[in-house]
C-alpha cells in the first residue's frame, strides 16, 4: 500500500554533510510521524530523528546540534540534513512513516529499506 524509498546515502569524509530524503508513496490519506532510525554493524538499531505532522522534533542526544529533520507534508517526504559527520555516524539509515490509507483506519508504520552512510577519516 505504502512504499517508501530513501536516497542520499553514500560515501562521506568526516566533518562533512550528507543530505537524505524519503518520499512516500502509495495510498496515503494522512502521515502522523515521520523520521529516520539508523544501524550500525553490531549495534541496536536508534532513533535518529522524528517530527511529527505539525513540526515538532525529537533527536536522539548523539545528533542534536548537527543533524536536522524535516518534511515537506506536499510531498509526503521526509529529509534528514546531516552535518559535522562523525565516524560513529557511519550506519544504514533507514525511514519510517506512520500512515493512514484511510480516515477510518489506524496509523500504520512503514519503513524503507534503508541506506547506507559511510564516514570515512
Known amino acids: 500500500q505504502v512504499q517508501l524509498v530513501e536516497s542520499g546515502g553514500g560515501l562521506v569524509q568526516a566533518g562533512g554533510s550528507r543530505g537524505l530524503a524519503c518520499p512516500a508513496s502509495?495510498?496515503?490519506?494522512?502521515?502522523?510521524?515521520m523520521g529516520w532510525y539508523r544501524q550500525a554493524p553490531g549495534k541496536q538499531r536508534e532513533l535518529v530523528a522524528e517530527?511529527?505532522?505539525?513540526?515538532?522534533?525529537n533527536y536522539a542526544d548523539s545528533v542534536k546540534g548537527r543533524f536536522t529533520i524535516s518534511r515537506d507534508n506536499a510531498k509526503n517526504t521526509v529529509y534528514l540534513q546531516m552535518n559535522s559527520l562523525k565516524l560513529e555516524d557511519t550506519a544504514v539509515y533507514y525511514c519510517?512513516?506512520?500512515?493512514?490509507?484511510?480516515?477510518?483506519?489506524?496509523?500504520?508504520?512503514?519503513w524503507g529499506q534503508g541506506t547506507q552512510v559511510t564516514v570515512s577519516s
Open positions: 517530527i511529527s505532522s505539525s513540526g515538532r522534533t
Open positions: 519510517f512513516a506512520e500512515v493512514r490509507s484511510s480516515s477510518r483506519w489506524d496509523f500504520v508504520r512503514y
Open positions: 502509495g495510498t496515503i490519506f494522512s502521515i502522523n510521524f
